[in-house]
């Protein structure tokens, strides 16, 4: 008789356990960015999720990146080169506001010039302006913009192209927007003229 072998069930790795018991609620995100924060062994596969679109918990991993950035933003910087270059293919709503604002904290770190900022490459930060000026031109919500326009602002102080450019958009876009992004815009716009 023939003896037919079940398929041994793939292993979930620990970090993944955990983002299939992450849930939109912020206390729970925090968690398991603590979880990651104690666990630093966690945080490449982590980067690696953020940019897994196929992977289910692809936009859990980028809220969890987020919080994880605000205390170790540094941690990031081994991961620079991974994390610019594949910003575009990132198109899910979820994944797309948390990664917004970190390369906006990766921007002013670089600019800050101290001892604990990220230091990136002339592509890293071509990267990081096409992908800004993508998400600002399409069609995503308005956190994603918002922070895109920050980005592009703290870009534009560095790249004189930059403010001209972001002011013919802002005012161009400015009557179809909600309020949240006019406001933006207009802190924006105040700084540019």
């Not at 079940?6 to 925090?30: F, G, I, T």
């Not at 897994?52 to 918990?57: C, L």
Request: with cysteine; proline share 4%; net charge negative.
């Amino acid at each position: 008789m023939l003896e037919i072998t079940p398929k041994p069930k793939k292993m979930l790795s620990v970090l993944q356990e955990k983002l299939d018991y992450v849930s939109a609620y912020r206390e729970n995100r925090l968690k398991c960015a603590q979880d990651i924060l104690e666990n630093p062994s966690l945080f490449e596969e982590l980067v690696s999720i953020c940019f897994s679109p196929e992977n289910k918990n692809n936009h859990k991993a980028c809220w969890i990146l987020e919080f994880v950035s605000y205390e170790e933003l540094i941690w990031l910087q081994p991961h620079v080169d991974f994390f610019c270059s594949n910003l575009k293919v990132l198109k899910d709503e979820s994944s797309l506001r948390p990664i917004a604002k970190v390369v906006q904290l990766l921007v002013k770190s670089h600019f800050k010039k101290d001892e604990n900022s990220i230091s990136l490459s002339e592509e890293n930060l071509q990267d990081c302006i096409e992908a800004s000026f993508d998400w600002l031109i399409n069609d995503v919500k308005v956190a994603t913009k918002a922070y895109s326009i920050r980005t592009l602002y703290v870009l534009g102080n560095y790249y004189n192209w930059i403010h001209p450019e972001l002011q013919v958009i802002l005012n161009k876009d400015y009557g179809d927007h909600s309020a949240a992004y006019k406001a933006v815009a207009r802190e924006v716009l105040k700084k540019i003229e």
